[in-house]
């Protein structure tokens, strides 16, 4: 059993920066490649950034050139640092595997709104 649970959220204007973290602890030794989601009022959840094992990083065209994707192996952690924010980054995030889904831990809202 893996337990996830995800920080660094709050309210920030447009164009500044946040940094999350998904703190992971539990059996995590299935999980090899992570990703960071984000759900919105009203829309599906979609994958946002992943990592690979072997540091191997994608990002949705959305946040291309303003999020960056980390990991810290010997903290079980993984980070999300977003720049230049837009109002369109509005969402809860979530941390979890990319292929093989653990349970799902709180999110953590990310508000950007001058």
């Known amino acids: 059993q893996v337990q996830l649970v995800e920080s660094g959220g709050g309210l920030v204007q447009p164009g500044g920066s946040l940094r999350l973290s998904c703190a992971a602890s539990?059996?995590?030794?299935?999980?090899?490649?992570w990703g960071w989601y984000r759900q919105a009022p009203g829309k599906q959840r979609e994958l946002v950034a992943t990592?690979?094992?072997?540091?191997?990083?994608n990002y949705a065209d959305s946040v291309k050139g303003r999020f960056t994707i980390s990991r810290d192996n010997a903290k079980n952690t993984v980070y999300l640092q977003m720049n230049s924010l837009k109002p369109e980054d509005t969402a809860v995030y979530y941390c979890?595997?990319?292929?093989?889904?653990?349970?799902w831990g709180q999110g953590t809202q990310v508000t950007v709104s001058s």
């Open positions: 979890n595997a990319v292929s093989n889904w653990q349970n």
């Open positions: 539990g059996s995590i030794f299935s999980i090899k490649n």
């Open positions: 990592i690979t094992s072997f540091g191997i990083r």
